[in-house]
């Protein structure tokens, strides 16, 4: 892609996502590339949810690389506030700069004939230290003020606290943030929104009613095999469909953490290191603990293995 | 189906119906789920909404069908006459519109509002005229009221199935909130066990609400304030130049909470309950203790924290339950488990009726729980006037609780204990 998108063609339809994102190696369910295309098109937030592992930030990294643009990213984490989302004073600098323009502004207030006068030069050097060559963009005003638009991953907002959720109302609903020392910053390029939630706990009506909703769930045969093809080509293809019934006859079972489309991946590459051909219970036993990530989960799985495998 | 919907969200999903178009029918319910639908249980019902809601009987319209010669002049006879489905359909919601067959709330009223939608149609002149038909008597026109019987048969089933359809769409959900409202206000000693179930469901809601609630004040009790005193000693390093801030990090005071839970023969109807809410706080709230006494009183974190739901209650009731009570045991055991964990910053809820079998009620022991815990919850589940009565000995109990109250159904248990975690625990 040489052309920068101003108006990026690749979301133009449904097939034209779908086969772009295959493209870039991220195999989209219809309903995945339909989240996207409402996205660039209402110019709404998504809010992806799903279990660990099953591609919700690979999501965003695929859109990015899709559509060109850079991707900001922005981890959430519990205690997270907005000097670290946002924007933050440089406040090392502004000291260091106030004390080498210490003597020049002496020098600039002597002349100054009342205190009023004197007082009214400070304030304009005041403002000087709150500018913008003081602050410190984090991701959100990052991906605002990108000019081509950015691509911004809001990864696992579910950790964060409701304060910032709260505080993320007003960039996900207008794109914009207010910085009380300068005002208001608008997004030049309304930038593609991504939010992951892992469920750690529920978020507020109001964050999710600004979001376009997709939950993406674990994947079925075809698709999955799919996903594999594009994410561990070296596999042989028979391997591939072997292992793939396995995983999704172990998906049957009632475990604590079920393997995620991210495991399967990982199997398939770690079995193709492994010149493996064909699966064996042997081998299945001696790589379970690359599926399954929870010790009774695995003593769980073990006695089934010998079935699974008949069906695969 | 129960899906919370705004305003806003309404015109959300006209914007995305007006970009994606009519067309096709898999984008337009995948466009309007990212829309409306919340979370993965809400796609669901989604899903399973948008289906029954433009889910039709689909046929086509078949002319050679309507046969040889005039047709009857009755605008139902002839649809039905030339089978035309499309002209049926639009007749038959056309009709459901003018009666309101989507107010439907119960599914006893299906009967009635298929009928009722059915004569907006016509079928009153519609029998009319094969009534006439028949006492015509000639052979062609009786062959014409056989096919029209046949055909109204038909229009018979379909109509019911769409008036089925909405009643799946609108008073499934009706009928389960309506259940469920019940269930909140039934007294928890007189719930029938099919509904435990249900019951369960609800508790679990709950305590996840309330806890959801709580966490939100404990996060925010955290903040940082500027520590002047180090900041500025800090500073001499820079020449008195504050380069390094530093800030006072507020210790947030982790309350305590035991719950002591009555499972003894007096209260063995409320019992199950009590343990279910028991079984719920525990998972949502991080310090909690808790114990069962009939007789005596042990304590059962490692159950409510190892075992699932059922086996975990099933446990406690076998190891402790459905004895006669005695408190003034219950307490000296209670004494010796947490000797030296009682402390200023513990809140002890107890759950139980107050009622010790004649037994010493130890009020001494309870006067000490009192003295050094930061406060007694007493919820009873008998009511006020009871307390006293007999063998109950709450009302001498209740003076040494900050709260005693009558708790019976599930409702005043949520209001008491939200009570609890607002205005009687340290924040």
Redesign the interface.
Same mark, same amino acid.
């Given at each position: 892609m040489t052309a920068t998108p101003a108006a990026p063609t690749p979301l133009a339809s449904?097939e034209s996502i779908i086969e772009g994102l295959a493209g870039v190696g991220y195999i989209a369910s219809?309903?995945i590339a339909?989240?996207l295309?409402?996205a660039s098109?209402?110019q709404?937030p #998504? @809010?992806v949810? =799903?279990v660990a592992g099953v591609g919700k930030t690979e999501l965003a990294l695929c859109t990015a690389s899709l559509l060109n643009l850079p991707l900001i990213r922005m981890q959430c984490y519990e =205690?997270l506030d907005e000097s670290k989302a946002l924007y933050e004073w440089k406040? =090392?600098k502004q000291?260091l700069y106030t004390?080498i323009l210490k003597d020049h502004m002496g020098a600039e207030l002597t002349g100054a004939p009342s205190m009023e006068a004197a007082m009214d030069r400070l304030h304009g050097m005041g403002d000087l230290f709150f500018s913008e060559p003081f602050m410190e963009a984090r991701p959100l005003l990052q991906a605002l003020r990108t000019q081509r638009g950015a691509v911004l991953l809001i990864d696992e907002i579910d950790k964060s606290? &409701?304060?910032f959720e709260a505080f993320l109302l007003e960039l996900l609903s207008a794109f914009q943030v207010s910085i009380p020392e300068i005002g208001v910053i608008k997004a030049t390029t309304a930038p593609v929104v991504f939010l992951t939630s892992n469920n750690v706990?529920?978020l507020g009506?109001a964050l *999710?009613?600004r979001c @376009?909703? @997709?939950?993406i769930?674990l994947p079925d045969q075809a698709l999955e095999e799919r996903i594999v093809a594009a994410r561990a080509p070296e596999t042989e293809q028979r391997l591939r469909v072997q292992l793939v019934t396995f995983v999704q006859a172990l998906r049957t079972l009632d475990l604590r953490k079920l393997p995620s489309i991210s495991e399967t991946v990982d199997w398939a590459r770690a079995l193709t290191l492994l010149h493996v051909h064909a699966l064996d219970a042997e081998l299945v036993r001696e790589t379970l603990n690359v599926l399954l990530k929870f010790e009774q989960d695995i003593l769980a799985a073990e006695p089934r293995i010998g079935e699974f495998l008949a069906r695969a | 189906m129960d899906l +919370?919907i705004?305003p806003? &969200?309404v015109i959300?999903a006209h914007?995305?119906a007006a970009?994606?178009g009519f067309a096709d029918r898999? @984008?337009l319910k995948? $466009?309007l789920?990212?829309?409306l $639908?919340?979370? $993965?249980d809400? $796609?669901r019902r989604f899903d399973l909404c948008f289906e029954t809601f433009f889910a039709r009987d689909r046929r086509a319209a078949n002319p050679a069908a309507a046969g040889e010669g005039p047709l009857p002049d009755d605008p139902l006879a002839q649809q039905l006459l030339a089978d035309d489905g499309a002209a049926l359909s639009a007749a038959m919601e056309g009709a459901a519109g003018r009666v309101g067959v989507s107010a439907i709330r119960l599914n006893t009223q299906r009967n009635l509002l298929t009928r009722r939608m059915l004569d907006a149609m016509g079928l009153r002149e519609l029998e009319a005229l094969i009534n006439s038909l028949r006492a015509a008597g000639g052979g062609r026109d009786a062959a014409l009221a056989e096919r029209l019987v046949e055909r109204r048969t038909a229009l018979f089933a379909e109509a019911a199935r769409f008036v089925e359809r909405q009643a799946r769409l609108y008073a499934g959900e009706t009928g389960r909130r309506l259940r469920e409202q019940i269930l909140r206000r039934q007294s928890l000693t007189a719930i029938p066990p099919e509904e435990f179930r249900a019951m369960e469901a609800l508790v679990k809601r709950m305590a *996840?609400r309330l806890a959801?609630r709580y966490?939100?004040r404990r996060?925010?009790a955290?903040k940082g304030k500027l520590d002047v005193r180090r900041t500025i000693r800090r500073s001499m390093v820079t020449g008195g #130049? +504050?380069?390094e801030?530093v800030w006072k990090s507020l210790r947030v005071e982790k309350p305590r909470i035991v719950v002591i839970c009555d499972v003894s023969r007096s209260v063995a109807a409320a019992a199950q309950f009590l343990l279910l809410f028991l079984y719920s706080l525990n998972e949502v709230v991080q310090k909690l203790e808790a114990f069962a006494f009939s007789d005596r009183l042990v304590s059962v974190d490692d159950l409510l924290k190892d075992e699932t739901v059922d086996d975990a209650i099933t446990l406690i009731l076998a190891r402790i339950g459905f004895r006669a009570t005695d408190y003034g045991r219950a307490l000296e055991d209670f004494r010796h488990a947490t000797a030296d964990s009682l402390t200023r910053r513990t809140t002890v809820i107890i759950l139980g009726d107050g009622r010790s079998n004649w037994s010493d009620p130890r009020l001494d022991l309870m006067r000490e729980v009192a003295e050094r815990c930061r406060a007694v919850i007493w919820l009873n589940p008998e009511p006020e006037t009871y307390w006293g009565q007999g063998d109950s000995r709450m009302d001498a109990y209740r003076r040494f609780c900050r709260v005693a109250k009558t708790c019976n159904t599930l409702d005043a248990l949520e209001a008491i204990i939200e009570d609890v975690l607002r205005s009687h625990l340290p924040r």
């Open positions: 449904i219809r309903r339909t989240a295309f409402m098109h209402l709404k #998504v @809010l949810e =799903g =205690g406040y =090392g000291l004390q606290d &409701e304060a706990r529920d009506d *999710k009613r @376009l909703h @997709l939950h769930p | +919370p705004s806003a &969200e959300d914007r995305a970009e994606v898999t @984008l995948d $466009a789920c990212v829309t $639908a919340k979370t $993965a809400e $796609a *996840k959801t966490a939100r996060h925010r955290r #130049v +504050p380069f801030v």
